[in-house]
T-cell receptor
Framework: AAGVIQSPRHLIKEKRETATLKCYPI?????VYWYQQGPGQDPQFLIS???????DKGSIPDRFSAQQFSDYHSELNMSSLELGDSALYFC?????????????FGPGTRLTVL | EDQVTQSPEALRLQEGESSSLNCSYT??????LFWYRQDPGKGPEFLFT???AGEEKEKERLKATLTKKESFLHITAPKPEDSATYLC??????????FGQGTILTVHP
């Protein structure tokens, strides 16, 4: 079965640079979620989109922005990167019309800021 | 504030030694309690969703149960390949998941 695809899988950036993470949800899934997981931490919700509209917002820094496109893929844009942004970034997708919220996670993008 | 607390933080078992993991939650508007398995450096793998108190679900050596305040993940006769971090999360209708800190399970042969 098709799963959530994230790219790139690994990314190394310098401080103050920008990064773009991409997420391709499971086919026919209409909702995308972004989570950040620091070392030894649980995943922390950043932001979500349903039908290309922002549906919920968590502890996402103002330096970050995201959007969902017409083909339902999503991009997380991160600017003025800081050392503390080094983490695993997960995208998850779900199908809202099923009436519940089972979120299926991608393999993650490991971002390292030097 | 929504809160999910898991215990113990770490659990070491011998192969075949059954045990349980605990998840207590306070999530406003909770619509589902989710269990995930996470291997190091990988994305959480969906295991179960529980929707109402008294509900139980099973998958191989795992069984999840739900009360009004807690959920338990029972592991029967575990094998070394069951070693992973088990995450519990509370979810609202269509919104974010609030995760606990996880239980790191190690099963020794």
């Amino acid at each position: 079965a098709a799963g959530v695809i994230q790219s790139p899988r690994h990314l190394i950036k310098e401080k103050r640079e920008t990064a773009t993470l991409k997420c391709y949800p499971i086919p026919r899934h209409d909702t995308v979620y972004w989570y950040q997981q620091g070392p030894g931490q649980d995943p922390q919700f950043l932001i979500s989109f349903y039908e290309k509209m922002q549906s919920d917002k968590g502890s996402i820094p103002d330096r970050f922005s995201a959007q969902q496109f017409s083909d339902y893929h999503s991009e997380l844009n991160m600017s003025s990167l800081e050392l503390g942004d080094s983490a695993l970034y997960f995208c998850a997708s779900s199908l809202r019309d099923r009436g519940y919220n089972e979120q299926f996670f991608g393999p993650g993008t490991r971002l390292t800021v030097l | 504030e929504d809160q999910v607390t898991q215990s113990p933080e770490a659990l070491r078992l011998q192969e075949g030694e059954s045990s349980s993991l605990n998840c207590s939650y306070t999530v406003s508007g909770l619509r589902g309690l989710f269990w995930y398995r996470q291997d190091p450096g990988k994305g959480p793998e969906f295991l179960f969703t529980l929707y109402s108190a008294g509900e139980e679900k099973e998958k191989e050596r795992l069984k999840a149960t739900l009360t009004k305040k807690e959920s338990f993940l029972h592991i029967t006769a575990p094998k070394p390949e069951d070693s992973a971090t088990y995450l519990c999360a509370g979810g609202t209708s269509y919104g974010k998941l609030t995760f606990g800190q996880g239980t790191i399970l190690t099963v020794h042969p």
